[in-house]
């Protein structure tokens, strides 16, 4: 099978299995977003989303985050991995967006990036969750997934991985497309234990078609 055509057939299926595809991340506004994503890196959305309430409560704006120290910002996410570094970060990240950028999230992937704690997928999800610009985050599931079906052809690093999805995947689905391989990566292909059996998308995976080899082998 030809690359385009395996591109168009998992855009079909995810067009008609998941019409709707958003972050699981509970915000209101981009900043609450970026603070959200920020605490997600090595850790999962439901955990953030039981930090957050309070934390936006305590910090609703980045001029008040921008006013205290790591230590006080500590106290709210303590339950969520590296607490340490990712007060820093907020705080650092608030100070900036306060300083730098008038209290407005930046809608430029370049730009996000100056923030501290805020990487290559941070600034691409915002940008495409935010503004719905043509930006691909790849985490974790993404890079899975992407390999798996066999969207990406020995794309080592994240950085290849979404330059390969970009160059096939049309610019005006892109945000959408970024979530189809995130929610598919956690609730289907999950890294152990994948659910090749509850997947429409078998007959197009290249790791399905490996397994299926692996086990006539037997």
């Not at 855009?11 to 509970?26: D, G, R, S, V, W």
């Not at 953030?48 to 704006?61: A, G, H, S």
């Not at 930006?135 to 997934?145: N, S, Y």
Request: with cysteine; aromatic share 10%.
């Amino acid at each position: 099978m030809q690359k385009k055509e395996r591109y168009q057939r998992v855009i079909e299926y995810f067009q008609k299995a998941m019409p709707i595809a958003e972050t699981e991340l509970e915000y209101g506004n981009p900043y609450e977003l970026l603070v959200a994503v920020i605490l997600s890196a090595q850790c999962t959305d439901k955990r953030v989303n039981q930090i957050t309430p309070e934390l936006f409560k305590r910090f609703p704006k980045p001029e008040q985050l921008a006013e205290v120290e790591p230590a006080e910002v500590f106290d709210y996410i303590r339950s969520c991995s590296y607490p340490n570094n990712k007060a820093k970060h907020l705080v650092g990240m608030a100070r900036m967006l306060v300083g730098d950028f008038e209290g407005v999230v930046p809608d430029d992937v370049v730009e996000l990036q100056k923030l501290p704690g805020v990487g290559r997928k941070t600034a691409n999800v915002i940008a495409s969750v935010v503004y719905e610009k043509p930006a691909f985050a790849v985490d974790t599931h993404v890079f899975r997934v992407a390999n798996r079906i066999g969207l990406t052809t020995n794309s080592k690093t994240p950085l290849a991985t979404e330059q390969e999805l970009m160059k096939y995947f049309p610019g005006e689905i892109v945000p959408l497309a970024h979530h189809w391989l995130i929610l598919h990566g956690r609730y289907t292909c999950l890294a152990r234990t994948p659910k090749c059996n509850k997947c429409g998308l078998t007959e197009v995976c290249k790791y399905f078609e490996k397994q299926q080899k692996v086990e006539r082998s037997k």
